[in-house]
């Protein structure tokens, strides 16, 4: 029984660390990272332009898929996903793991520090 409970504390403990690597991103570097990796889809700008992808201005707390009259894809719609940091995060890291179907052309940054640097910039942009 204690074994149990070492090793449930030892993964809550993982989880927990996990999550707040999410949350730790810095916007100063996740802004020009945003400029490099995602700046020839899409616009993080009050009023800014729709372009491959959709304006991410405002994003946070929305559902996924559900902002203007961009098209999302029926996958992307369907997600059930609500953009915070963690969720950003993830998605940015692999997009086609969080949602499998979508159409976005972007196969992700592979590393979860500059992924949490996005996040945190877009977390500013509303």
């Given at each position: 029984m ?30 020009t ?80 520090a ?13």
């Open positions: 204690a074994r149990i409970l070492i090793l449930a504390g030892v993964t809550l403990g993982t989880l927990l660390a996990s999550s707040a690597a999410f949350a730790a991103g810095d916007p100063a570097r996740g802004a990272a945003f400029r490099t990796e995602c700046g020839s889809c899409h616009t993080a700008t009050q009023g800014g332009p729709a372009r491959t992808g959709p304006n991410l201005f405002g994003v946070f707390g929305s559902p996924a898929g559900s902002r203007g009259t961009f098209r999302y894809s029926p996958a992307m719609q369907r997600s059930g996903l609500t953009w915070d940091e963690a969720t950003l995060t993830r998605y940015l890291v692999a997009p086609r793991r969080v949602v499998p179907g979508g159409t976005m052309s972007y196969a992700g940054t592979g590393d979860a500059e992924a949490a640097n996005i996040a945190a910039y877009l977390a500013t942009q509303r």
